[in-house]
C-alpha cells in the first residue's frame, strides 16, 4: 500500500511549473492524508507494517537531510568559485604597448580554471 498519494497538483516537483514553494494548507492536507492512511494501514495489516513505514520514511528524510546538505556545499563552493573568477576578471587591465606603426591595446589573457 502507498501512503504518499501521487499528484500532480501545482506544487508538485514533477509539475511543469517546477513550482516547488507548499504553503501551510497544503502541508496540512498532505500531512492529514498521510495521517488517515498510515492509521488505516495500521488498523488493518497491524502496528508493525505501520511503525515499519514510519521507520522507512524517517530513514528517506535522513537521506533526503543529507543530499541536500551536499546540495548547499556545492552551491556555496560554486558561488565561492564565481566570486574568485570574478574577481580575477575585473582586476585584469588592459595592456597598452606602443609601437611606431600602430598603437595597440590588448587584454590580458584570461586563463580558464582547471
Same mark, same amino acid.
Do not use: V
Given at each position: /500500500?502507498?501512503? $504518499?498519494?501521487?499528484? =500532480? ?36 495489516? @497491524?502496528? @508493525?507494517? @505501520? ?11 535522513? $537521506? ?8 548547499? =556545499?556545492? $552551491? ?10 570574478? /574577481?580575477?576578471?575585473? +582586476?585584469? +587591465? ?21
Amino acid at each position: /500500500m502507498e501512503l $504518499i498519494p501521487e499528484d =500532480n497538483s501545482p506544487n508538485s516537483p514533477n509539475s511543469p511549473e517546477k513550482n516547488y514553494i507548499i504553503d501551510d494548507k497544503s502541508i496540512e492536507d498532505k500531512s492529514f492524508r498521510f495521517e488517515r492512511a498510515l492509521d488505516k494501514e495500521c488498523h488493518i495489516y @497491524g502496528w @508493525g507494517r @505501520g511503525l515499519r513505514k514510519a521507520t522507512q520514511l524517517y530513514k528517506e528524510n535522513i $537521506i533526503l537531510e543529507n543530499d541536500l546538505k551536499k546540495k548547499e =556545499n556545492e $552551491i556555496r563552493l560554486h558561488k565561492q568559485k564565481i566570486e574568485h573568477l570574478r /574577481m580575477l576578471l575585473e +582586476t585584469k +587591465t588592459p595592456k597598452i604597448r606602443n609601437s611606431s606603426l600602430l598603437d595597440e591595446i590588448s587584454t590580458p589573457d584570461i586563463l580558464t580554471p582547471k
